[in-house]
Structure formats: structure tokens, C-alpha cells
């Protein structure tokens, strides 16, 4: 773990080494006033601190809490901005909205840079620990793949267990770790709880703590572990939380609502306030029936919600049964080009602004087909711990529309679930990018 306390002072001082080359090369004017350039370090800093910005895990990547970067610099450019304004600075925002940009992107282009020097360095051998395992059961394998991703900066010596093994890491039986672990400089031990007594942790963790060495504890997990799993203290009691998503958190809850109230406001006043009366106009042209159809769907937490679309089909009684199907004779002319360009989903942006649904998420089914396939396809109500979307990353995917065969249901569960455990801020922006050009390209399902 050699210089490994250097990586966040030095990731401290380039960070504001960064925001300040930016506003030398772009407003050099500002730093004939020291004090507002002291006050704009000094909110990075507190914020950074606030927000726990700094510390970093040893297995996180490029991708991990780039969230946070994003919490971060939003409320960073929120003290900027007030900064300016108690200070008494003339200032052009258009300008400074510039700024503020191009410091975004060379802070995450510095994020991306020391993700990969880190790498390089830990390959090298830098920033390294020294592991051993204690006990052998069906978790190894995985843990040991783990640990030699060499990028991670691991260093697997072994396992040891009271059964012999005919494996070039095994290290021998539990008594002999202790003079191991002393004699190879090992770091950190991964304990196999399964496999030692109560005794045996128990002078485990005297001879951990009376030697600094990090000691870890690697539960039973009966094969339940999931992606998204997470433990909660209950005092001093550990309980594994399996189902933990990233949209539980406060932050998400605000930024995807937020982005959710701004998005749909955009297209109800730049996109509905015109398109809906001239729609009104060509669909009771063709056949007689409402503007919107409306159908009761299920949402978050299984919560029943009216969900509204451009009507597409003639007035029938099958509307709330059967899904809609290739040359489906219900579809009519306007409808099929509604259908193909997704124009026809457009009214549900009414529900995203109510807050029955978001911009992103898995989308509603009619409460038959939630019926139906809550019993046949497993973990299909998972996706129910999240508002629905417009879209989703299942849509984009190609698991949209007609349910040809049942791996068209498991798919789209799968990728939903996929979502509700890996949502963030830029996956959101994915998808609603995919969307935008399938719909401008055309989807094979889309009908």
C-alpha cells in the first residue's frame, strides 16, 4: 500500500490546479481579485468535504459514482455562481455557463486519466496489498479471479485450509497462517467464515488487530449475493440488504426527479402545446373515438395509474387485453406512422411531470399481462421497485412492443433489473439518446 496516502492530496491539488489554469486561460481578468479566487478554491474544497468527494475505494473504476463527480461539480457551480454575486463581479452568465462547461470536462477528463495511470501503476506494482485467504469453500474461485485482475493491485499469495490441496496456493493448515502472514508482509486477510470455528475467529481478530493487519470476513452466502446487494448495521449486527438500487438514495431521488420535471416541461410547452391539436385534427379524421386512449397500468411499488397515449387504433374491446401485433387490423394509417416514429407515447410525458412516471425507467404493462407474468417469469415484480419510464434500457435494447416468445418477457425483465441495480445520471442520458435516434431511424418492433 506504498504512497497509497499521496492519491488524494495530489488528486486534491491537480483538481485545483485544473480550475484555476481554466479561469486563468479564460478569465484571466478575475485574479486581479485574489479573494474571489481564494473563496472559489475554498468551495470546491468544502463541498468536496461535504460530499465526501475524495475518498475512493480500491476496486472503483472510471464509471463508479461518476455521479458523484456530476453531485459534486453542480453544487460547486451553484457556490461559484453566488460567489460572484455577494462579491459585487460583473460577469457574463452565457460566458461563464462556457467556462463552467469546459472545466466539467477537463475535471472528468482528469478522472478518466488517473483511472488509467492507477492502473498502469498498480500493474507496475505500485499501490499493491499483499492477501491471503483463511479457509476454502465454494466463494474461492470467485474471490481469487477477483484478485487477479492485476489492474486492482492485489496480490493473491494463497489459502489456507485444514483440508490438503493439490494447488500451487495452497498455503498450508489454519495454525500455520499466523507465522505466514508475518514472515511475507501480508496486508490484508479474507477469512472464509464458513470454514473456522468460533475460537478460531476470535484469535483471528486478536492476531489481526495486535499485528495491524486488516482482517475481512467473507460470509456464508448460500449462493444469494446479488449486484445490487448491500449491508445494513442494525446496531452492531449486519443485515444483507439484496435488493439495494441506486435510485433509493436521496440524491437520486432528487436529480431524476428534477431531470424528470425539466425534461417533461420541455416537451409538453416545445412538442405537445403544437403537435397534440394538429394530431387531434388527423386522427378524428380517420376514425371516430377519443384523442388519448387511457389505460390503467401498474407502477411504482405496484401502484395502479392512468396511463395516457395518442390513440393509435380504432375503438375496440380488446384494448386493456391484447397487446398490439404486427399488421394488427386495429392499428390505423396514422396510427402505424405514430407507432413507428413513438409519437404515439408522447402524452405519458403528462404522466412523468404528475409523477406517476419518469423519463427512464422499466416500462408499465397492462395490469393483465403483470398478472400474468408476475407467476411465470421470475423476478418479473423486481422491476416494480422503480417508477416507470417513457423508455427504458430494455427499449433500447430491442425488447420492446409484441411478446413473440417467452424470452422476449425474461430479456426484458432482465434488462430492467439490470437498470434498477447500475442506474446513474449517464445512463439515463444513454438511453434517452438511443431513443431519440431509433425513433428518428425506426426500430423492427416499432409497429
Not at 445520471?425 to 425513433?439: G, R, S
Amino acid at each position: 500500500m506504498k504512497n497509497s496516502y499521496l492519491i488524494i492530496p495530489i488528486s486534491v491539488v491537480i483538481h485545483l490546479f485544473i480550475i484555476n489554469l481554466t479561469l486563468f486561460v479564460f478569465f484571466r481578468e478575475l485574479f486581479s481579485f485574489p479573494y474571489i479566487i481564494a473563496l472559489i478554491d475554498l468551495a470546491w474544497l468544502v463541498v468536496a468535504f461535504a460530499l465526501d468527494f475524495y475518498p475512493t475505494g480500491r476496486n472503483e473504476k472510471f464509471m463508479d459514482r461518476l455521479d458523484q463527480l456530476l453531485y459534486q461539480y453542480l453544487i460547486f457551480s451553484l457556490s461559484y455562481f453566488t460567489i460572484f454575486f455577494f462579491a459585487g463581479f460583473n460577469f457574463s452568465p452565457k460566458g461563464q455557463l462556457y467556462i463552467l462547461t469546459l472545466l466539467f470536462f477537463n475535471l472528468t477528463l482528469y478522472r478518466w486519466f488517473f483511472y488509467i495511470l492507477r492502473s498502469v501503476y498498480r500493474m507496475e506494482g505500485g499501490n499493491s496489498v499483499n492477501v491471503v485467504v483463511i479457509g476454502r469453500d465454494r466463494t474461492l474461485e470467485k474471490l481469487q479471479s477477483f484478485f487477479e485482475q492485476p489492474e486492482l493491485g492485489y496480490r493473491y499469495k494463497g489459502f489456507f485450509s485444514n483440508k490438503k490441496y493439490k494447488s500451487s496456493k495452497f498455503l498450508g493448515s489454519h495454525k500455520n497462517c499466523f507465522q505466514y502472514i508475518l514472515d511475507h508482509s501480508i496486508d490484508e486477510i479474507y477469512c472464509m467464515a464458513s470454514q473456522l470455528t468460533n475460537l478460531e475467529l476470535q484469535e483471528l481478530i486478536r492476531f489481526a488487530d495486535n499485528n495491524f493487519k486488516k482482517l475481512k470476513i467473507v460470509p456464508d452466502n448460500k449462493d444469494i449475493f446479488t449486484r445490487a446487494m448491500d449491508v445494513d448495521l442494525f446496531g452492531t449486527i449486519p443485515v444483507l440488504n439484496l435488493r439495494k438500487s441506486p435510485l433509493e438514495s436521496e440524491y437520486a431521488q432528487v436529480m431524476k426527479r428534477l431531470f424528470d420535471i425539466v425534461f417533461s416541461s420541455l416537451v409538453i410547452l416545445l412538442i405537445l402545446s403544437w403537435l397534440t391539436p394538429l394530431l387531434y385534427i388527423l386522427i378524428k379524421l380517420e376514425s371516430k373515438g377519443p384523442l388519448f386512449f387511457k389505460q390503467s397500468r401498474h407502477g411504482y411499488n405496484k401502484k395502479t395509474f392512468w396511463c395516457y397515449k395518442f390513440r393509435s387504433m380504432t375503438v375496440n374491446g380488446d384494448a386493456d387485453r391484447v397487446m398490439n401485433t404486427k399488421n394488427d387490423l386495429r392499428v390505423t394509417r396514422i396510427g402505424k406512422f405514430m407507432r413507428k416514429t413513438s409519437l404515439d407515447e408522447l402524452p405519458q410525458f403528462f404522466n412523468v411531470f404528475l409523477g406517476n412516471m419518469s423519463v427512464v425507467g422499466p416500462r408499465p404493462h397492462m395490469e393483465v399481462h403483470t398478472s400474468e407474468y408476475g407467476a411465470s417469469v421470475d423476478k418479473y415484480l423486481v422491476r416494480h421497485f422503480a417508477k416507470p419510464g417513457v423508455t427504458g434500457l430494455a427499449q433500447i435494447k430491442g425488447y420492446r412492443g409484441e411478446i413473440i416468445q417467452p424470452s422476449d418477457m425474461i430479456n426484458r425483465v432482465r434488462m430492467d433489473i439490470f437498470y434498477l441495480e447500475k442506474w446513474s445520471p449517464l445512463l439515463d442520458f444513454k438511453i434517452v439518446y438511443a431513443t431519440v435516434v431509433n425513433a428518428v431511424v425506426g426500430e423492427e418492433k416499432a409497429y
